[in-house]
Nanobody, 115 residues
Framework: QLQAFGGGLVQAGGSLRLSCAASGRTFSNYAMAWYRQAPGKQRELVADITSGGSTNYADSVEGRFTISRDNAKNAEYLQMNSLKPEDTAVYYC???????????WGQGTLVTVSS
């Protein structure tokens, strides 16, 4: 089970840090990811991180967002800086055996960026 939290309302240019707490299993050997879904749009990958720490970012967030994980705490994080109104979405954390296979999903946390 994954639980995402840390969303909220922030002005453009501001920062937020999302957290995802895992329970019920150890995710240290799993790839983890953050996805988002804006109103009226399809869910899209924001960033992912392998069990070994290799990261990958969507072009739209490269250089502004940082994904990280703490295997000892069975958790992952998404540091979001220089937020833009177009970053407004529900953000979901996910985990799976590899980047292409996300089997476990959190419930989502809403991020709203005002202009």
């Amino acid at each position: 089970q994954l639980q995402a939290f840390g969303g909220g309302l922030v002005q453009a240019g501001g920062s937020l840090r999302l957290s995802c707490a895992a329970s019920g299993r150890t995710f240290s050997n799993y790839a983890m990811a953050w996805y988002r879904q804006a109103p009226g749009k399809q869910r899209e990958l924001v960033a992912d991180i392998t069990s070994g720490g290799s990261t990958n970012y969507a072009d739209s967030v490269e250089g502004r967002f940082t994904i990280s994980r703490d295997n000892a705490k069975n958790a992952e994080y998404l540091q979001m800086n220089s937020l833009k109104p177009e970053d407004t979405a529900v953000y979901y954390c996910a985990g799976g055996p590899n980047r292409a296979t996300m089997l476990y999903w959190g419930q989502g946390t809403l991020v709203t960026v005002s202009s």
